[in-house]
């Protein structure tokens, strides 16, 4: 097994990421920021701490040497990406094209796992249905300005590039709600398991049938809800009334997406929304007990 280096390896889901590699006995180079938390990492064997920026050739030339796969997860999120476009477009697009360009001088033949988002579709709501990854992007907010157009640099500059366009992720732990939820009530979402697309990113790497190719990754038909219905869900569980739920009244990027060929690439979709409810209520119980 070679060396896979995770752009933002520090980071919550780079974490997740790192430990499912080093199950699967790839050796990790994470690469993120001097100022994260390396908590877990550092000391670890098979894990390679290197500090560094996306936005500095330098680093990211360090940080490609020697490699066999890279995972790019570092990116500027919500809501801090809509805070300042220059800055977002600067670590999320530029940084994906210099991570590329360094990478095909090291290692050209290197899957580069670049993770994108559903988002980039916009509203899809009167499109048909399920949305597949030929469906045209539309922004809503910068950070999907930024995914589209490092997209669009990365197809044109690195052949070997792996795209998933991932789904809102639904996390199995109790967290506190939104003021607004970011869809509408009678709005189609389809979100996916943390854990799943932890397995998804992860299978990603060192497999060459999926180099080149665009993938939707989303949660599968048990997903398959509304907004309010989705958030009656979760409120039930916490004992909350579903009256105090606020959501968007225009449309928001949600939708329900066409997985058949991710799904039969990655074999990912391995917790059902059922499951996924469980692991909540298991998790309030256990709270409720202590």
């Known amino acids: 097994m070679g060396t896979v280096l995770v752009t933002g390896g520090a980071g919550s889901a780079g974490k997740l990421v790192v430990q499912k590699l080093r199950q699967l006995d790839y ?13 877990d990492l ?22 490609v040497t020697g ?12 809501p801090s990406s ?38 980039t579709y916009g509203d899809a709501m009167n499109q048909k249905l399920p949305v597949t990854v030929d469906h045209s992007q539309q922004a809503l907010d910068i950070y999907a300005e930024s995914k589209i157009a490092a997209e669009k640099s990365l ?13 809102g992720i639904s996390v199995p732990s109790v967290q506190a709600p939104p003021d607004i939820w ?45 907004g309010k219905a989705y958030v009656k869900d979760y409120f039930d569980l916490l004992g909350v009334p579903i009256e105090e739920a606020q959501f968007l009244d225009k449309p928001g990027w949600c939708d329900w997406y066409d997985t058949e060929e991710s799904q039969r690439a990655l074999g990912y979709q391995n917790n059902l929304y059922q499951a996924y409810l469980q692991q909540l209520s298991d998790e309030i119980q256990q709270m409720m007990a202590e």
């Open 27 to 39: 050796t990790v180079r994470v690469f993120d920021l001097p100022s994260m938390d390396y908590t």
């Open 42 to 63: 550092e000391g670890r064997e098979g894990i390679e701490i290197l500090r560094g920026d996306i936005t500095k050739l330098a680093d990211v030339q360090q940080a």
């Open 67 to 78: 490699v066999s796969d890279v995972v790019h997860l570092a990116a500027l999120l919500p």
């Open 82 to 119: 809509e805070r300042n476009r220059e800055l977002t477009f600067a670590v999320n697009v530029e940084g994906s094209l210099r991570l590329a360009d360094a990478l095909r001088q090291s290692n050209p033949r290197a899957a580069l796992v670049f993770t994108s988002s559903v988002s």
């Open 155 to 167: 197809k044109e500059s690195y052949p070997n590039a792996i795209i998933l366009r991932i789904s």
């Open 182 to 226: 970011p869809f509408m009530a009678d709005q189609r979402i389809e979100f996916v398991h943390r854990d799943d697309v932890v397995v998804a990113i992860c299978a990603a790497v060192s497999n060459e049938a999926a180099k080149g190719k665009v993938f939707n990754i989303a949660g599968g038909s048990t997903w398959r809800t509304v």
